[in-house]
């Protein structure tokens, strides 16, 4: 719990300054020339997460994407190395790569291989991880960031797990995101 906190106080410490940006624009009737997104979340890196995603324009206002995570859990005597990758999609309230506030969506495979330090047995844990989010990008020339939150849903199956209590871990919980990016 300690290390959400201290990856939210950062986060938002992070983000103070582009709070403060004038964001205000005259070119809305223009659309972005930019059709691809590569974003990753420096404040997850803190916490031992690694992200990286891309966003492809659809539409003036819809990205669609690959993502990929990794992660290590540790719970007690279980530790667990977590890979998740799927599909990121992305609505933007005014236009997709310029200042705006957007909605997005993910659908994520989720496989963890754990081991109990103690008993030295191994599982692998798979099942799905889905959300939403509401954020807000803000754009300057090709860097970005964007900030959101929302729910995250997680759903693993827990049939052949032995070594780890996999309720623990799925379920609806709040989501933050973090991303810097580069848009070309």
């Known amino acids: 719990m300690l290390k959400k906190l201290m990856a939210l106080t950062a986060t938002l410490f992070l983000a103070a300054p582009a709070m403060g940006q004038n964001t205000s624009r005259t ?3 223009e659309p972005s020339d930019k059709t691809l997104n590569i974003r990753l979340n420096p404040v997850g890196l803190l916490y031992g997460v690694s992200s990286l995603g891309l966003d492809f324009t659809l539409s003036e206002r819809f ?8 992660y290590e859990l540790e719970d007690g005597n279980n530790d667990a190395d977590v890979l998740s990758y799927g599909a990121r ?3 933007f309230f005014d236009q997709t790569y310029t200042d705006s506030w957007y909605l997005a969506g993910t659908l994520d495979f989720v ?3 754990t081991e109990n ?3 030295f047995e191994e ?3 798979t099942g799905f ?5 509401l954020g807000y990008m803000w754009m300057w020339d090709t860097v970005n960031m964007q900030l959101g939150a929302g729910l995250q849903n997680t759903e693993l199956d827990d049939a ?3 070594t780890i209590d996999t309720a623990s871990i799925s379920g609806l919980e709040p989501v933050a995101e973090f991303n810097f990016g580069l848009a070309f």
């Open 89 to 91: 999609g992305q609505f």
């Open 63 to 70: 990205t669609l994407g690959p993502q990929v995570a990794f």
């Open 117 to 119: 330090s103690a008993t």
């Open 129 to 133: 991880s889905t959300s939403l989010l």
């Open 160 to 162: 052949t797990a032995t």
């Open 123 to 125: 599982d692998d844990v």
């Open 111 to 113: 496989n963890a291989e």
């Open 27 to 29: 070119d809305f009737d």
